[in-house]
C-alpha cells in the first residue's frame, strides 16, 4: 500500500505542478481578461484534463513551419494583387463618408482597399443559390475555385460537384478546399474520388493527425464559404454547400437553416481570389513559384467595372493575420450607426468591447435589433450569450428569437446604408480563432434589400421582453450563468 500511495502523492504533485506553471504561462500571455480566467478556472477545476485540454486549445498556434508559410505567401500574393488595388475607384462619395472610417480600419488590416464599381445580388434560398452556382459553373472557361467548410454529399450539392467534374473534363482547372473537420464526411468520399478522377484538385485544409495535434492547435478552422469562377464572379456568405436540412437526419428540433450569400461582380471578386489562392497556397502541394506564373490570369488586371453602384470591402481575418481585426471592425461598425442597426447571427458570445458597443448605441438613440435562434445546435453556446441578454434588453436593445428553423445568416445593416455579409458569427471563435471572410457593402440599394431580408426574419420572430427575461427560473440563469463562463473559451 506505501508504494502505491507514494505513486498516487506524486502524480497528484504533478498534475498541481503542471496547473501552476500553466497557469503562469496564462497569466503572462496577456491574453483578454475574461479568456485568462476562464482558462485559470479550467485549469483550477479539471485535474489532468484541464491541462490536457489547455496544450490541445489553449493558443493560437499554427504551427511555426505552417505560419512562416502563411506570412510569405500573403506577401507574394499581396505582391502580385497590388496593382489591380491601384487601378480600382477608391474613393467614397459624400453621401458615404461618415462610414469611410470603417473601410481605412479594413484596408490597415487586410492590405485590400475597398473597390467600386460592383454588382451585387442577395441569394437567401438553397435552390436559388445552387442554380446560380451551377450556370455559373457550367460557363465557365477558365477556373473554378470553391473553398468551403461544410461540404455535403446528399442533395444538391452533387449537381455542384457534377457540374465541376464537366468543367475539369473540358479543360477548365477546377480547385475545391474543404475544411478537413467541417467536411470530415466528404474527405475521402465517394464524390471526393469522382471529382479527382474527372480532374478536379481536390484537397482538405488544416488536416488533423497525431503530428499536428502536438506541432499545432487543432480546433483553428478554415469556415469560410467562398466560390470564385473565372475570375470575374463570385460568391460568398453563411451557405456552407451542404442541404439545409442535414442535421434533420439526426434531429428536427433545430429546423432547417437559413442563410444568406451574395453573388458578386466587378473589382472586387479579385480580393476573393486572393483570399482562396493564400489559403489553396498553404494546404496544397504546388510549388509556389508554379503558381505565380498563373497570377497574371488568376488576378487578371483587365477585370472591368460593373454598372452596380456598390463599393464592396472583402476582409479575410484568422490566425497568422491580424488576429483582431474582424472584432475591432464590426464595433467600428456599430459606432457608426446613427439611426438604425440590425444584426442577425445563430451564435452571440459577444467581448465585452463588442457588447458596450451595442449598449452604447442603444443607449445614444439607435433603434438596434438582435436576431437569433430560438433553437440551436450548439446549446452551450448559446447558454454562454444569454447572460448577456438583460443588459441589452435594459439598455434597450430588441432581441428577437427566430422561430422559422435555425437562423444561420450572419448580417449586419447600419442605417440602411451599409450591409455587411459574412462568415463569422458574433462569438470569440469567429472574432479570435477561424479563418472567415466578410463583406462590407457601401451601397443603399443594396443595404435596403438585405435590411429587408432581415425584417422578414424579424416577421418570423417572438420578441424577448424585459420582464419575461428577468423572470426566467432559478435553475435557467444558474444553467447559462454557468455556461458564461467558459464564454471566452468558446
Not at 305 to 314: K, L, P, Y
Request: net charge negative; with cysteine; charged share 20%.
Amino acid at each position: 500500500m506505501g508504494d502505491y500511495a507514494w505513486i498516487s502523492w506524486t502524480l497528484f504533485g504533478l498534475d498541481w505542478l503542471v496547473r501552476i506553471a500553466l497557469a503562469l504561462r496564462v497569466i503572462l500571455r496577456r491574453t483578454p481578461v475574461p479568456t485568462t480566467l476562464a482558462w485559470l478556472l479550467v485549469l483550477l477545476l479539471l485535474p489532468v484534463v484541464g491541462w490536457v485540454v489547455y496544450a490541445l486549445v489553449g493558443e493560437n498556434r499554427l504551427g511555426s513551419r505552417r505560419a512562416a508559410r502563411a506570412q510569405k505567401l500573403a506577401a507574394e500574393i499581396m505582391a502580385h494583387a497590388a496593382p489591380l488595388w491601384t487601378r480600382g475607384t477608391q474613393t467614397f462619395p459624400e453621401s458615404m463618408t461618415p462610414y469611410e472610417h470603417i473601410a481605412s480600419l479594413c484596408s490597415l488590416s487586410s492590405g485590400t482597399p475597398p473597390l467600386s464599381g460592383n454588382s451585387v445580388e442577395i441569394l437567401s434560398e438553397w435552390d436559388q443559390l445552387v442554380n446560380r452556382l451551377v450556370d455559373d459553373i457550367n460557363g465557365a472557361r477558365r477556373t473554378c475555385h470553391m473553398l468551403y467548410y461544410i461540404w455535403g454529399e446528399a442533395g444538391r450539392a452533387g449537381d455542384v460537384a457534377q457540374a465541376l467534374a464537366r468543367a475539369a473534363r473540358r479543360g477548365v482547372k477546377c480547385r475545391v478546399l474543404v475544411d478537413a473537420v467541417g467536411s470530415l464526411d466528404f474527405v475521402g468520399s465517394a464524390t471526393w474520388e469522382r471529382l479527382a478522377h474527372a480532374g478536379v484538385e481536390v484537397i482538405e485544409a488544416l488536416p488533423v493527425n497525431p503530428l499536428r495535434l502536438l506541432l499545432a492547435r487543432v480546433d483553428l478552422r478554415n469556415h469560410r464559404k467562398v466560390a470564385v469562377i473565372d475570375g470575374r464572379v463570385a460568391y460568398a456568405g453563411s451557405h456552407n454547400l451542404v442541404e439545409p436540412g442535414f442535421k434533420q437526419r439526426k434531429s428536427d428540433k433545430f429546423g432547417y437553416y437559413v442563410d444568406a450569400t451574395v453573388r458578386l461582380r466587378g473589382p472586387a471578386v479579385q480580393a476573393l481570389q486572393t483570399a482562396f489562392l493564400s489559403d489553396w497556397l498553404l494546404d496544397s502541394e504546388d510549388d509556389v513559384t508554379e503558381v505565380e506564373k498563373q497570377l497574371s490570369e488568376l488576378l487578371s488586371l483587365d477585370q472591368e467595372a460593373h454598372d452596380g453602384a456598390s463599393i464592396v470591402h472583402v476582409l479575410p481575418t484568422g490566425p497568422g493575420m491580424d488576429p483582431l481585426a474582424i472584432n475591432h471592425a464590426l464595433i467600428a461598425t456599430i459606432h457608426s450607426a446613427s439611426d438604425e442597426l440590425i444584426m442577425t447571427t445563430p451564435y452571440f458570445v459577444p467581448d465585452e468591447a463588442t457588447k458596450t458597443a451595442i449598449i452604447v448605441a442603444a443607449r445614444r438613440g439607435v433603434e438596434v435589433t438582435l436576431v437569433l435562434p430560438q433553437k440551436s445546435d450548439h446549446p452551450i453556446v448559446c447558454a454562454a450569450g444569454r447572460p448577456h441578454y438583460q443588459e441589452l434588453l435594459d439598455a434597450g436593445v430588441r432581441i428577437r428569437h427566430f422561430t422559422a428553423g435555425l437562423l444561420h445568416s450572419k448580417t449586419v445593416t447600419v442605417d440602411r446604408r451599409v450591409g455587411l455579409v459574412m462568415s463569422a458569427n458574433f462569438d470569440m471563435r469567429s472574432f479570435f480563432l477561424n479563418y472567415e471572410v466578410s463583406l462590407f457593402i457601401y451601397d443603399d440599394d443594396l443595404a435596403s434589400m438585405l435590411r429587408f431580408l432581415q425584417v422578414s426574419y424579424i416577421d418570423q420572430s417572438v420578441e424577448v421582453t424585459r420582464d419575461q427575461w428577468a423572470n426566467r427560473s432559478l435553475v435557467s440563469r444558474f444553467f447559462d450563468n454557468t455556461a458564461q463562463l467558459l464564454g471566452p473559451l468558446l
